[in-house]
């Protein structure tokens, strides 16, 4: 969850960045990890979207790019 995304570029930006990050890898008690994810966009365009509505949402778009293969990203279809 991000606050203070001003555009639908900020948030596919930062999305990028998250898997940037996880496919780059880190170290855990000793062990290289890297790994993928499947995120899933929901944007509130006027800062007021019903919480559960955008967990809702997002949620289907996550499942959207697993269905596709995973390790990427989907946006909503319907800002809020």
């Not at 969850?1 to 930006?13: F, G, R, T």
């Not at 898997?19 to 365009?45: D, K, Q």
């Amino acid at each position: 969850v991000c606050e203070n995304v001003d555009s639908l570029q900020h948030a596919c930006d930062i999305a990028e960045r998250f898997l940037l990050g996880l496919r780059e890898g880190f170290e855990v008690s000793g062990t290289w990890l890297s790994m993928s994810a499947s995120v899933g966009l929901a944007l509130s365009t006027n800062g007021n979207g019903d919480p559960e509505e955008l967990l809702r949402e997002g949620d289907e778009a996550m499942y959207r790019v697993k269905l596709s293969g995973g390790n990427g990203i989907s946006l909503s279809p319907r800002p809020q």
